[in-house]
């Protein structure tokens, strides 16, 4: 059991390849747990974010600062009377939440979230990743129907045209992007996620920055549709409340809407995951091919442990700027236990990133590693979730015609230039 | 780089993945013809072709089991659903079926399994258990080499490929052109 356990620590492949079954799934455990408490942190800091950008507070009942508000949410969406209504086709309001729960984590097995820190690495990854992501429509359109209402059946409606047009402009920027990963002399391409990510290494560029402004236009056009395809704010007809109630959820509650809200969550997750492989170079820190040395990545392996110390030093901050009054008492203590939470996590981070910081080979090394492709990785998505909530608090709601005219007559025309022209480049240059 | 992972991974528990796959196939497939309403038809369908790309999986072809998720449980299967939406299931439901094709049915049926036995019986070299194991990493690779060819050569399918893309385009076009009065 230990052997197997350490066995996969000096291993250079993800666990699915090394045929490791254990430590596979400990990476399925590990991921689900993590992107869980990820869309729960997610809740949070979007209704605090939202709220700023309103001039609000947000949250600030539920522990200090509304902390424990998403705990609160958990917690009473499960205690909820779960309605089934009663003209509804029971069976598929089961199943629909679930499918749209699974399409979203099952994307999560070949996301790298470093060369060795994914559970597999397909050879057909980024296909295997579109194909799965592309069902989770399905759990919305089953949604809709089964609900037996005129809004969630026009939410539902509204959905999958919205995510079968914009899948169509997202596909061809992804195709761009793996045009890149056979041109310039490497020879051939591929389709597998950490291929994709090493042929970024090998040719010394983000994706984003190759054949300028190729690269950036694929990338913003995969941006755009990944709003689309996650129904999110400005594009979010779907659920539009002003016109839908709540669209293809309206009949949901509990904790049946709640699988809904995390699939959701999860599925931006793994868009994000998607848009920092292919165009941002994944699990590498800034410059890793410029600034080469022991030295420099004894610097970069500080930044993790830096984070959290920066995180506890604004937590401190707040405990220190709470009102001075036995009402805020519980409240203060509670931040500084936090606080001092995050600054443990910063201690360790940076002990092991001293520890490891000679000898690679040894297990504080190899942690050491890992570390550091994670915590690129999840920075890297983390800005994404950021610039979801921006764009949500930023721009209003598209019309659905103005919508359907976006994705078919732009994005569509743009990404079949850019394919064509990124093709035309690559065999020019090599 | 992934050749040494994947001669020495063998497949994990192959005849319970290979049986529940298909029994998953058929039970859903049986399923699709049985269910009165559309949409649940529709829905084991869409476990059908899963349970479909699965088997795919486990025949080394895992572009082709991808190209099946994507193509017909995430792309056709959707539009089934849409238009299944639009018809009032309720009452298509209890209509009565005058329809009389199923003695057609099922002889269609007859001959496919007789051409699925024969295919077992006289092609047995072909099964995976006879062949070479293929390389499951160059999947893709292999079978971009024969759509478009390599190394400025063109592949064996090169040609048909591209004129079936060209008979798609001038779907599409027609398509369009069907559903808009002015262009």
Sequence with gaps: ?430 | MNSVVNTGAAPVATPFFFYFLAGAAIVSGLLVITRRNAVHSALSLIVTLLSVAGLYLMLYAPFVAGVQIIVYAGGIMVLFLFVIMLVNIERSAKDRQFNRIWPVGLAAACALLSLFVSAFVKGRNLFPDRLVALQESSNTQQIAAMLYGEAGRMGPYTFAFEIASLLLLVAILGAVIMTKKKI
Excluded at chain 1, 382 to 390: E, K
Aim: proline share 4%; aromatic share 12%; no cysteine.
């Design chain 1, 1 to 430: 059991m230990l052997n197997a356990f350490m066995s996969y620590l000096g291993s250079t492949v993800p666990p699915g390849n090394a045929d490791n079954q254990l430590w596979a799934l400990i990476y399925v455990l590990i991921i689900f747990a993590g992107v869980s408490l990820a869309v729960v942190a997610m809740n949070w800091i979007e209704r605090k974010a939202l709220a700023h950008f309103q001039i609000r507070l947000g949250p600030m009942r539920v522990g200090p600062h509304g902390l424990l508000q998403p705990i609160a949410d958990a917690l009473k969406l499960m205690l909820k009377e779960d309605i089934i209504p009663a003209q509804a086709d029971a069976v598929v309001f089961w199943v629909a939440p679930l499918i749209g729960l699974l399409a979203a984590f099952t994307v999560y097995t070949v996301i790298p979230f470093g060369p060795s820190q994914a559970v597999s690495d397909m050879n057909i990854g980024i296909l295997f990743m579109l194909g799965v992501s592309s069902l989770g429509v399905l759990g919305i359109i089953t949604a809709g129907w089964a609900s037996n209402s005129h809004y969630p059946l026009i939410g539902a409606l509204r959905s999958s045209a919205q995510m079968v047009s914009y899948e169509v402009a997202m596909g061809l920027a992804i195709v761009s992007a793996l045009l890149m990963t056979s041109l310039n002399r490497t020879g051939t391409g591929t389709l597998s996620m950490i291929g994709i990510v090493e042929a970024q290494q090998q040719q010394g560029v983000w994706f984003i920055f190759k054949f300028f402004p190729l690269g950036l236009i694929a990338f913003v056009i995969f941006a755009i549709a990944m709003i689309a395809e996650t129904n999110r704010a400005p594009f979010d007809l779907p659920e539009a409340e002003s016109e839908l109630t709540a669209g293809f959820h309206t009949e949901y509650s509990g904790l049946r809407w709640s699988l809904f809200m995390l699939g959701e969550y999860a599925a931006m997750i793994a868009v994000s995951s998607i848009a920092v492989t292919l165009w941002l170079g994944g699990w590498m820190r800034p410059f890793p091919n410029l600034l080469t040395g022991s030295a420099w990545d004894f610097i970069f392996s500080l930044f993790p442990g830096l984070t959290f110390a920066g995180l506890a030093a604004i937590a401190f901050i707040g405990t220190a700027r709470m009102p001075a009054q036995a009402y805020f008492r519980i409240q203060r203590i509670g931040l500084a236990v936090f606080a001092a939470l995050l600054g443990l996590i910063a201690l360790l981070l940076l002990a092991i990133a001293v520890a490891g910081r000679t000898n690679d080979a040894s297990i504080a090394g190899r942690f050491r590693e890992g570390i550091d492709y994670v915590y690129w990785f999840v920075l890297k998505v983390a800005v994404f979730m950021y610039l979801f909530i921006w764009y949500r608090a930023t721009w209003p709601r598209y019309r659905f015609d103005q919508l359907m005219r976006v994705g078919w007559k732009v994005m569509l025309p743009i990404s079949l230039g850019v394919l064509i022209l990124t093709a035309i480049v690559g065999v020019l240059i090599s």
